[in-house]
Every structure is written in structure tokens, then in C-alpha cells.
């Protein structure tokens, strides 16, 4: 069996409190929690996610950076990267292993990429970039902390069936380098028409969180339904002693959360197939 541990992410089910993705992790049989901070003080609140990890048994060994520019109470505003040093905080409180940001957006352009041939125009980014600040200052941030701030790849997408990548270092040979440490989100590399394993296999070890769902057209579903090989890519970690987290984070739309029998059935079956193919 592989080392790593198979996490719940609760951002498959933002639309519930976070208690009761605690509850419906722990009945599943999951190994913790990546927990997705987001404008609910309950998800960034170190006391109470503190209560959750002794009620239901389930450590929270991953934090999500928001994705909001105000979130209330961290009074991060318009700043992206206050909002991942207070993800960070959070994290070393509640001696989580890992927090994941996601690549930075780009500032004033686009890349689109047609038949082949990339083009470059004007584009007007949802958050500020964190460019500079991966760049220059991440290494330094990171020799302070035990806490892995693993880079998140970014999807791509399409209008008029042309690719829209407004994000930096978003191909496999670039993310790859971009830290010392890497989330892999294998529906992110689906959009982009690169298969995970390959994505695995370029970041030579730096990889030491994924975000495990399948894409079938639409972004985050069932890890056993849709047109990725999820099966081989897990067996692959597996072979590799891979010591890391898997986090499944799906839409709730995949899990069908407003009929609860099926909800509970589609989480369990997902967290069987990861098992199942990690040993």
C-alpha cells in the first residue's frame, strides 16, 4: 500500500457548513481534510477546526488559499498574497502539512493557442498576480516554515473553441520548476490537453499534493468516470512510494449532493477507487 494519504476536500461540498464535511469524511473512512478557506469563518478558525479534527478523528492536513479577494476577518482585501501568509498561519496552528496557492494570474495579457500557434493579447486578470512574489521572495518564505506551500496548476479555457490561458508558467516544463514544492490537479492538466502523469513524471518529485478528479468536458468529476486514466496515474504513485496527499476534490453537481443516499455512495466509491489503486 502507498504511504499516501487520501484526503476530502471540503470545497466538493462548499454548499454544506464544514461540520458536515468533517461528518461525511469520518463515515466514509477518509485520512483527513483539506480544508478549502473561504468567506465562512468556521473554514479559517483554528479553535474550530481544532474541535472538528477531535470530534470526528480526521486531521485537516491541507489548507486551500482563498479564492475571494474578501474574505472577513483576515482583511486581506484586493491582496493575494496576505491572503496566503494567513492560509500559512493557519496551517503551522494546526500543524497541517500542506497549503495549496495557485499560479499567478496574468497581468495585462493572454495567451491563446490555435492549431498550434500562440497568440498574445490584452486581458484584464480577476485577482492581482503573485508573480514576483513566487519568484523572489516564495524560497525564502519557505525555508522559515515546515509547511509545504505547494504550487497549483491552473486550467485553461476555451471560447469559441479557442484556448484561453491567462495564467504564468502554466506548461508542464515551466510549473515543474516553479518550486520546490507542486499540487498536481489532474482536471487542471485535463483542460490543458496534458495527461497528469505526465505532468507527474516532469516535476521529478516535487509533487507533494494532488487534487484528484476526472474531466469529461466539465472540471471535477468522479475519479472512476470520465476520460482520464486515473487508474494508472494512482498506480503510478503508488509504484513511486509516493508519501504524499491525494485530496478529492470534485463539484458537488458530480457527487449529487442534494440526494444524500447517492451523495454518501458516490463519496464512498470514490474513496474506494483511490485505495484501491494506491496499494
Known sequence: M??????????SLYVFDIAYCFEL??????DGIEVMCDERYSSRDPNYLKRMTKDYGLPVLAAHTPFSPRIPGWHADQDEIKRVQYTLKLA??????????????????VTLQVNQRKFTLPWRPVLHPVKNWIANELPAVQARTKVK??????????????ELDPTWWN?????SKVHQW???????????????????????????HVH??????????????GNLNLKTFLRALAADGFAGTVSLELSPGSLIFKENAVMRHNLQA???????HLR
Open 182 to 208: 507542486l499540487t498536481l490537479d489532474t482536471t487542471h492538466w485535463a483542460t490543458r490537453r496534458v495527461d497528469p502523469l505526465d505532468a507527474y513524471r516532469a516535476a521529478e518529485g516535487r509533487v507533494a
Open 92 to 109: 503551522e496552528e494546526l500543524k497541517a502539512e500542506t497549503i495549496v496557492v495557485h499560479l499567478p494570474r496574468k497581468r495585462g495579457r
Open 171 to 175: 506548461e508542464p516544463d515551466e510549473w
Open 270 to 276: 470514490s474513496l474506494d477507487f483511490c485505495r484501491e
Open 2 to 11: 502507498s504511504a499516501a494519504r487520501v484526503l476530502f476536500s471540503t470545497g
Open 25 to 30: 469524511a469520518g463515515a466514509a473512512g477518509f
Open 149 to 162: 506551500i505547494a504550487i497549483e496548476n491552473m486550467p485553461s479555457k476555451y471560447a469559441a473553441g479557442v
Open 212 to 225: 484528484l478528479s476526472n474531466y469529461d468536458g466539465h472540471e471535477h468529476r468522479l475519479p472512476h468516470k
